[in-house]
């Protein structure tokens, strides 16, 4: 019998999460993606400033239940906070297979200006003092994401031509495909 497999997509505010999630769906085509920006946006509230909070305990909710039923899904994160990397210990207590994979940039710069050009096409804003703690705690939480996985994906997103796959980890090896980008360079793994 196959493991149920939870998938974090992961990387700060404008990194390029959902992006991937749904322009590259094969992957994420068979599981629910949770992502509380999405959530957020179709729950009704006579307040746009509750979209959020709303968004991010729903997925929180929803993904309780599929930890509790052994069901594969996905969850796009910042890797801000705390909550995904206790998840990650549940789900591995739970028999879940994890995998990470995370987007990073260079700079927070980058984030905001792609932030920026979202907002102009008709896309959610996240503040500029929310992106640039949520860069630094991101890139902070990431090396205990890696421990905690069992497989990771490092993609580096910097330039505009895209997504750049420069390393898979798991605890048997560690493979760079390409020179590591700073932010990868200072895991100290």
Known sequence: ?????????????????????RWNSGP??????LD??????TLQSSSTSAFPVAGA????KSANENLRKAKS?????????KNYLRMMLEARTRGFEIVLVYIGTENVEINLARIRNRVLAGGHDVPE???RR?????????????KRADHTILFDNSTEEG???????????NQWLNAPPGWAANLNL
Request: hydrophobic residues 40%; charged residues 20%.
């Open 129 to 131: 003092d929310d992106v």
């Open 163 to 173: 997504y750049r796959l420069i390393g898979i980890l798991s605890a048997a090896e």
């Open 36 to 41: 509380p920006d999405t959530i957020g946006n």
């Open 134 to 146: 949520r860069y630094v705690r991101s890139f902070k939480n990431l090396p205990i994401a890696i």
């Open 73 to 81: 899904f996905a969850i796009e994160t910042t890797l801000a906070g």
């Open 28 to 33: 994420f085509r068979e599981i629910p993606v």
């Open 57 to 60: 305990r729903q997925v929180l």
């Open 1 to 21: 019998m196959k493991r149920p497999t939870l998938t974090f997509v992961a990387g700060a505010n404008g990194s390029g999460k959902t992006t991937l999630t």
